[in-house]
């Protein structure tokens, strides 16, 4: 059997899981068969502080409570209205969402790839890093938060991030989903700069879920190995789930990458893992 056919049916299985375990919550689901509906919601954030130095985008769900909460990672294209959407869709399925800014208020249209690539290759590990360390502040010191329920999850450029904030902050995130992170394992003196992570893979404590698309040009199929690797010999949790018919960028219907049958379930998954991870187990 080809690694790709192993890779689509572990796929296949992971999916079902997940989302079996995503019906136990009572968090109200995304329904797959009406994605733009699901995506409409009267529940949106605000444009906040999360630091001095950094701001970012927060959003509750309706109600009161102590919610889990995620911190989104933006696309190379910055924190745009697609990256907010993501956060009230989160608040709508019953999670606290922050995402923040780590270009400072600078967006780049989808069609402008050479300003997104510069401003990624701008970056530094390092700072990124102290941002979302930032956000996890933030969230800790609000009231409606469960400290103690806080996931992350990135695209793109933000998928590579949330892999190393799992490695970065192991006893305060609890779960982590990396949505076509590519360099996460970037091989030497690459055009982007990037460092490898995979040797900040024995630090993790939570689980993973990488989300990839089949047709992906700008992530080799090679490296979904090497990072399953690395995993598997520290024997960390995770999932790795490959897309049919998917490329680059699929969750985004702002994209001409957008594949929405991918872009339903993935997202099914995503509430179910975060649903399992994040909020407190039920007392039999």
Known sequence: MKRRDILLGASSIATAAVIANSQLSTAKQPDPTTTTIAKSTAIAGKNIQIAKDLPGYYVTPAGTGKFPAVIVLMEAFGLNKWCRSICDRLAQSGFAAIAPDFYRGATYAYSDVAGAIAKLKSLDDNAVMSDVGKSIDFLAGKSEINANGIGVVGFCMGGRYAFLTNATYPSKIKAAISFYGGGIDAVPDNQLGQK?????????????????????????????????????????????????????????????????????????????????????????
């Open 196 to 284: 490898s992570l995979l040797d900040r893979v024995t630090a993790m404590q939570s689980p993973i879920m990488l989300m990839y698309g089949s047709e992906d040009k700008m992530i080799a199929a090679d490296e979904h190995g090497r990072i399953s690797t690395a995993l598997s010999k520290a024997k960390k949790r995770y999932i790795l789930n490959l897309f049919p018919n998917a490329g680059h960028g699929f969750m985004s219907d702002r994209r001409d990458s957008y594949a929405p049958a991918a872009e339903a379930e993935a997202w099914l998954m995503t509430t179910g893992f975060f649903s399992q991870n994040l909020k407190p187990k039920r007392r039999k």
